[in-house]
């Protein structure tokens, strides 16, 4: 399969494979003279960047990436408004048009869950989901699993603390996913009830066999943690009431909260972020998701490299 759609479609064998590669990139990064030979590789080639919804990291680590590799990259800043989706035109006809111009990929962001699979649907290029709604980021999850991976050596029994607002974060759902494919990693997500993960994720995770657990209790979840990934409230798919109903100030990852983290912890949080993880958590030597953020660009390179080949 070309498309990367899904966290699940990964399996640890793949993913080891890519992070592989990453590490490699990471490497020749500091020599452009050492990226040659894989830039003459992907030469000519074009991939187009539809983003229907804001991104920072997503956006600009897939186009840096895409450069990087010798990839061409075309699209619109704003695809709601500077494509023909003003006009009303649907995503199939836009991936099937795009299809016409001899382009080797389409790097999509969709605010409806689903679209990523309806472009692939009539895509014969590969189509690569950046997050689609309250849907998938499966990038985003591996890249999520990759910073795991180089700061502890193992991606198998942790005790990861998943927490925000879990109805409405896609990015949450697709690291469960993964996590779930590792064995002995226990999860538990912390949220208010209203935004707790959903059945469908939770269904998968008994199906693997991954213990997990629920709870409001921040204070309770973060005593017994090493991985801790915070996420924002998903303001942008909440109504007024709903945001007022949720009481953020529980959630708060901030000094209290760094007093009950173990030491050996690390603190993860796909950003962007608002009041849930204050700056002044910067400091503390376990936070990581800057640094997260970074390997965005070594995997997304990664998952370029290996699609783009698939289809030479
Ligand atoms: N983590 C993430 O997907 O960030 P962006 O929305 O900025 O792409």
Do not use: C
């Not at 990291?57 to 895409?66: L, V």
């Not at 949080?269 to 965005?296: C, S, W």
Request: proline share 3%; aromatic share 8%.
């Amino acid at each position: 399969m070309y498309h990367i759609l899904a966290s699940e479609q990964f399996s640890p064998q793949q993913l080891e494979g890519l992070f592989v590669k990453a590490d490699a990139f990471r490497e020749t990064d500091k020599n452009i003279g050492d990226r040659r030979e894989v830039m003459v590789r992907h030469f000519g080639r074009l991939v187009v960047s539809m983003f229907y919804e804001a991104s920072t990291r997503t956006k600009f680590s897939f186009g840096i990436a895409a450069k990087k590799l010798g990839i061409s990259v075309e699209g619109t800043e704003n695809a709601s408004e500077f494509s023909s989706a003003a006009k009303g035109e649907s995503i199939e006809d836009t991936v099937k048009v795009l299809n016409e111009y001899g382009i080797d990929g389409i790097i999509l962001r969709t605010k409806e869950e689903g679209h990523a699979n309806l472009a692939a649907s009539v895509s014969k290029v590969m189509v690569i989901n950046g997050g689609d709604g309250k849907g998938e980021h499966p990038t985003q999850a591996a890249l999520d699993m990759y910073t795991i991976r180089n700061e502890f050596g193992r991606l198998d029994s942790h005790n990861v603390v998943i927490g925000g607002d879990l109805a409405h974060g896609r990015t949450a759902r697709s690291l469960a996913l993964l996590l779930s494919k590792y064995p002995n990693n226990k999860i538990t997500f912390v949220s208010t009830p209203e935004l707790q993960i959903s059945e469908d994720i939770k269904a998968k995770l008994r199906e693997h066999n991954t213990q997990y657990k629920e709870t409001s209790e921040m204070f309770d979840a973060l005593r017994d943690a090493n991985v801790v990934y915070w996420t924002r409230l998903q303001l942008e798919r909440l109504n007024k009431e709903e945001q007022l109903s949720l009481g953020q100030e529980s959630f708060v990852l901030g000094a209290a909260a760094l007093e009950v983290l173990p030491k050996e912890a690390i603190i993860m949080h796909p950003l962007p972020r608002q009041g849930e993880l204050p700056v002044t958590t910067d400091d503390d030597p376990r936070a990581r998701y800057f640094r997260q953020a970074g390997n965005g660009l070594y995997v997304r390179m990664a998952m370029l490299d290996d699609n783009m080949q698939d289809l030479a």
